[in-house]
Nanobody, 121 residues
Framework: QVQLVESGGGWVQAGGSLRLSCAAS????????MGWYRQAPGKQRELVAG???????NYVDSVKGRFTISRDNAENTVDLQMNSLKPEDTAVYYC???????????????WGQGTQVTVSS
């Protein structure tokens, strides 16, 4: 089993910054893709930013140039630096990782509990 613990959410005024962090622990041989998703009320969950084990990143268009995803493979952590926040960034943010528990085992996806980000205008 893998546990994900998120931190860093909160309230901020428009134009401000927040940094989200997610730490994975448990039975981990290798973590492949890591990412941050968000879900606003009445909307579907969407991928905000992803990063591969090689450090290749991708972002949803609405956050490009404002958000930066990074990971520490030694610590099994993934962070999301969010700058120039807008009210439309308000959502519950979820960390997600793809984990291989053993060398020849299958891959599983795990989710964090979610952390609220609220941006006021």
């Amino acid at each position: 089993q893998v546990q994900l613990v998120e931190s860093g959410g909160g309230w901020v005024q428009a134009g401000g910054s927040l940094r989200l962090s997610c730490a994975a622990s448990g039975t981990i041989f290798r973590i492949n893709a890591m990412g941050w998703y968000r879900q606003a009320p009445g909307k579907q969950r969407e991928l905000v930013a992803g990063i591969t084990s090689d450090g290749v990143t991708n972002y949803v268009d609405s956050v490009k140039g404002r958000f930066t995803i990074s990971r520490d493979n030694a610590e099994n952590t993934v962070d999301l630096q969010m700058n120039s926040l807008k009210p439309e960034d308000t959502a519950v943010y979820y960390c997600s990782v793809e984990v291989r528990a053993s060398r020849y085992g299958s891959e599983g996806r795990y989710w964090g509990q979610g952390t609220q980000v609220t941006v006021s205008s």
